[in-house]
């Protein structure tokens, strides 16, 4: 079974982390997550909206692909 590897005050590096670790700051990063997560929405709708049969076509070549590649 492995272990951890201790640093010099004999903790881990997860104690490590968990010893700093601040509720606050994890809120924040789960909203920045969040807010990167729908821009991104955002951002492929709007390119679907402005380009549908480019984003057909690539669906449907990649379906194409994933069918012959799960077929062997």
Do not use: H, W
């Not at 920045?32 to 492929?44: I, K, P, S, Y």
């Amino acid at each position: 079974m492995a272990t951890e590897p201790q640093g010099p005050d004999g903790q881990g590096t997860a104690a490590r982390i968990l010893s700093n670790f601040n509720p606050e700051d994890a809120e924040q990063m789960l909203e920045q997550g969040r807010e990167a997560v729908d821009q991104a929405l955002n951002t492929a709708a709007e390119f679907i909206k402005e380009r549908p049969i480019v984003c057909l076509a690539g669906a449907l070549a990649l379906g194409y692909l994933i069918g012959k590649i799960a077929s062997r």
